[in-house]
């Protein structure tokens, strides 16, 4: 059972190149979430999936896109990447319900030059 | 709109005793679960406790035990008898139960545990 896996869990890009961080669940839950984390300012929620087939924006969602392309997988895309987009960017899943807690993966560290 | 505020950036406690990061929230929902995560050195996000509004009893899980003031809005996290391990940084975070399926975090606290 892996929980909720991320890939890849390092990357260097160049301002303006694009590319998509991949997160999976093996859980069977119906939310999935990005956020990403920067020094001083906790998470913030970046795009989410209640379910499968939604998604919606969080709190930062420019310069991002997210597909949930199954139940199991919510990928997000940087289609040109900026400096500002340096950051620790995390993947949670929840069942769904208010009261349940969210399951995290390990996080993929992101610098852009 | 939600707001959850952590006021101690960094805190100290000697290994052994007991400690209490503090954690207020803003919210006009009468139904809502409060959660706590640690997150150590290596980076990955761990849950600790979950207290929901209308939960009577205090949430306890291990060392871990949540001090909630529903009037004042607070949802303090007491962690006894300290140990190196639990050298951290802690979130503090709510989920209302309108349905918008968010959660809103803090800005966390960096707890050191001294020998």
């Known amino acids: 059972n892996a929980g909720v896996t991320q890939t890849p869990k390092f990357q260097v890009l160049k301002t303006g190149q694009s590319m998509t961080l991949q997160c999976a669940q093996d859980m069977n839950h119906n939310s999935m979430y990005w956020y990403r984390q920067d020094p001083g300012m906790g998470l913030r929620l970046i795009y989410y999936?209640?379910?499968?087939?939604?998604?919606d924006k969080g709190e930062v969602p420019n310069g991002y896109n997210v597909s949930r392309l199954n139940k199991r997988e919510f990928s997000l895309r940087l289609e040109s990447a900026a400096p500002s987009q340096t950051s620790v960017y995390f993947c949670a899943s929840s069942k769904g319900s208010s009261y349940n807690e969210q399951f995290f993966g390990p996080g993929t560290r992101l610098t852009v030059l | 709109a939600q707001k959850i505020t952590q006021t101690q950036p960094g805190m100290f406690v000697q290994e052994k005793e007991a400690v209490t990061l503090d954690c207020t929230y803003d919210?006009?929902?009468?139904?809502?679960?409060l959660f706590w995560y640690k997150q150590p050195s290596s980076g990955e996000m761990i849950f600790l406790i979950y207290?929901?509004?209308?939960?009577?009893q205090n949430a306890t899980e291990g060392r871990y035990s949540l001090n909630f003031q529903k009037a004042r809005k607070s949802a303090n996290l007491v962690i006894s008898a300290s140990q190196l391990v639990d050298s951290a940084m802690y979130f503090c975070a709510m989920r209302d139960h309108s349905g918008t399926y968010k959660y809103i975090f803090g800005t966390g606290t960096r707890l050191k545990v001294l020998a």
């Open positions: 207290q929901g509004s209308y939960d009577e």
């Open positions: 999936s209640a379910s499968e087939g939604t998604t």
């Open positions: 919210t006009s929902d009468q139904s809502y679960g």
